[in-house]
């Protein structure tokens, strides 16, 4: 674990290649996060939920709401590579997200609910594509840059485990 608190886990590392071992790895990762997280958010306090992991970091409350929004946007990422020829994916502000009032104000409850529910279906689509599938792409039009889904598998197990770190940060301090 790295001493740097706003990448604690260290900096995402995109694969060059597809390894199927690896990509087992991730798939389980992402399976097993709605219970990472739940587990991390019951033991949060309420002042815990509202602490950030760093100064100019968001609070645990935004973090699990990032989590929800932004494995949803991945999911219909995978959607779209399954179902179109390297279609663009839209970006979105994730900072200007974590300011809006549901991100402040609302339970993480809701969050939750929607991380169980996604990573269930995401976990059942992953599990059921064939090697072929992991090498169909999206293109991302802010990084000019085709991305394969085994790439970005591996990026959202990534992001799993980088964000769980963070709410252990809190949990922790």
């Not at 663009?88 to 997200?97: D, G, L």
């Not at 599938?133 to 991302?140: G, L, R, W």
Request: aromatic share 10%; glycine share 2%; proline share 5%.
């Amino acid at each position: 674990m790295s001493t740097d608190r706003q990448y604690p886990i260290g900096k995402y590392i995109r694969p060059t290649q597809f390894d199927a071992a690896a990509l087992q790895q991730h798939i389980q990762t992402i399976s097993d996060f709605p219970a990472d997280i739940q587990k991390l958010a019951d033991a949060l306090t309420p002042m815990q939920l509202n602490m950030s992991y760093r100064p100019g970091g968001w609070t645990s409350r935004q973090v699990i709401h990032h989590c929800a929004d932004s494995h949803m946007n991945s999911f219909i990422r995978f959607k779209l590579a399954l179902t179109e020829d390297n279609p663009a994916i839209k970006p979105y502000m994730e900072a200007a997200w974590a300011e809006m009032a549901d991100y402040q104000q609302a339970s993480i409850t809701e969050s939750l609910q929607i991380i169980h529910g996604l990573h269930a279906r995401w976990t059942i689509l992953l599990r059921n594509m064939q090697e072929a599938d992991f090498h169909k792409t999206v293109f991302h039009p802010q990084q000019d840059r085709t991305i394969p889904l085994y790439a970005l598998t591996a990026l959202y197990a990534w992001h799993c485990k980088h964000h769980l770190a963070h709410i252990n940060l809190v949990l922790n301090s």
